[in-house]
């Protein structure tokens, strides 16, 4: 007679074999309730590994047709002049040929450049360009000298006089009416401008001045000369200063 307690013994045995084998035939045809199954990709959807759909996708925004891959440079450095390169005594002379320039175009005489009276003209309007580089700001009067002090001291103050246009009023050196002045910088960028060189930082004061109340200055009728000083600064810093007469 065959033992029960071993009959029980091997029918477990036998069932827990036939488990095993339906877990492994489970894995092996990839069923089971545990198996993730994989969805259909849509269209437009990536299936490759490392790449995701839509604009987060970043082969797709660096991939051209042909399979080359674009390379994204970055922005170049600024562009700086050094200040060294820009000569002083070129822009003073620009300055003095547009301003003829545009009187030319108003049908009103050129104003003298060069002579005894513009010698001093050019270095009054260079010491007070100096003053403002020194100071780092632009105004007629520094440390309480005015435009009038000034022409005093040059000795231009009595033979700088003139009618502003025949018969009306006369024009002197008070009130600032015989002085421009400006600043601007060159060899870098500065409100969106680049100076590059000397006609452009020329063109640029030249520019600023015609726009404001000193064009009105520019264009006495009866003025005869004009200085011009210029001083520039290791930033860059122009300043400009112009004295009719």
């Known amino acids: 007679m065959v033992n029960k307690a071993a009959l029980s013994v091997l029918g477990v045995i036998v069932l ?7 877990l492994i035939g489970m894995q092996i045809g990839g069923g089971g309730a545990d198996t993730t199954s994989m969805s259909t990709p ?8 490392g790449q995701s759909d839509g604009e987060s996708n970043p082969r797709a925004r660096t991939t051209i047709p042909g399979g080359e891959v674009e390379t994204v440079q970055p922005p170049e450095d600024e562009q700086t002049i050094p200040a060294r390169r820009f000569e002083r005594r070129e822009i003073s002379a620009e300055i003095k040929r547009l301003i003829n320039q545009r009187r030319t175009d108003r049908d009103l005489s050129n ?5 005894q009276v513009t010698d001093k003209l050019d270095r009054m309007a260079r010491s007070h360009s100096v003053a403002m580089a020194d100071e780092a ?5 520094i440390d309480g000298n005015t435009s009038r002090d000034r022409y005093e001291a040059a000795g231009l103050y009595s033979s700088c006089q003139f009618e502003s246009d025949p018969g009306t009023y006369v024009v002197d050196a ?5 002085e421009v002045i400006d600043h601007v910088v060159a060899g870098r960028t500065h409100d969106g401008e680049f100076l590059e060189n000397e006609e452009e ?3 640029a004061i030249v520019s600023d001045w015609f726009s404001g109340t000193s064009r009105d200055r520019l264009l006495y009728q009866n003025a005869k000369q004009i200085g011009v ?8 810093d122009v300043y400009a200063t112009g004295n009719l007469c």
Do not use: F, K
């Open 111 to 115: 104003l003298i450049t060069d002579g």
């Open 201 to 203: 930082v020329a063109q």
């Open 174 to 178: 008070r009130y600032n009416r015989l």
């Open 137 to 141: 700001r632009v105004s007629h009067s």
């Open 16 to 22: 827990v074999s036939m488990g095993v084998g339906v």
């Open 229 to 236: 000083g210029i001083e520039i600064t290791q930033d860059g």
């Open 42 to 49: 849509t269209p437009g959807e990536s299936t490759a590994q």
